[in-house]
């Protein structure tokens, strides 16, 4: 009979996994955040992309005296911008600095892109993005954020194991 009690959440954990690793999900574009505040923009001007990737934990700084001690951070991993044909348009180190723990506004023209990051339960996935003119397109993949309460589940795009990871383009 103990057998049965540990079988149970051995299979419910290969099962919940495997939503991740499995033949990639295709995921709706994220776009800009739907009740965004709207503003004229000139003509041309960059969209911008901030990506909430996985962290990981940077080494403890020391100065040269020793008395100034930095405790390691949650730093954001890197990830690759694509186009639609699959060629990097830029890898983003997705920190400043070892001593900056938020990740990169990255300004980009107008398009369709791809992003493959880091997420905190997929591991490495590919998500599509869309960036407007003067708007901030942002994905969450460290399961650190949560839509407001009444958002309806159709303005949000959700990774395979459940995790929202940011708005709908199609709104």
């Known amino acids: 009979m103990k057998t ?6 051995g299979i419910a954990l290969i099962s919940f996994l495997n939503g991740c690793a499995s033949t990639p999900t295709a995921l709706a574009p994220v776009g800009p955040n739907p009740a965004g505040t709207v503003t004229s923009v000139p003509e041309g001007s960059p969209g911008h ?6 962290t990981e934990k940077s080494s403890p700084v020391t100065s ?22 699959g060629k990097t348009v830029k890898f983003v ?17 107008a398009g369709d892109y791809h992003i493959v990051a880091k997420s905190v339960w997929c591991g490495q996935v590919t998500v599509p993005v869309v ?4 708007k901030t397109t942002v994905v ?3 399961n650190n954020w949560w839509p407001p309460a009444n958002s309806p589940a159709n303005q949000l795009v959700f990774l395979p ?11």
């Open 4 to 9: 049965i009690w540990i079988a149970f959440p």
């Open 49 to 54: 992309l901030q990506v909430f990737s996985a």
């Open 64 to 85: 040269d005296d020793f008395f100034n001690y930095t405790y390691p951070l949650n730093l954001h991993t890197g990830y690759d911008i694509t186009d639609a044909d």
């Open 93 to 109: 180190r997705n920190h400043a600095s070892d001593l900056d723990e938020w990740p990169d506004n990255v300004a980009l023209p």
């Open 131 to 134: 960036v407007q003119n003067g």
């Open 140 to 142: 969450h993949l460290d």
């Open 161 to 171: 194991d459940g995790e929202a990871a940011g708005w709908s383009s199609s709104f």
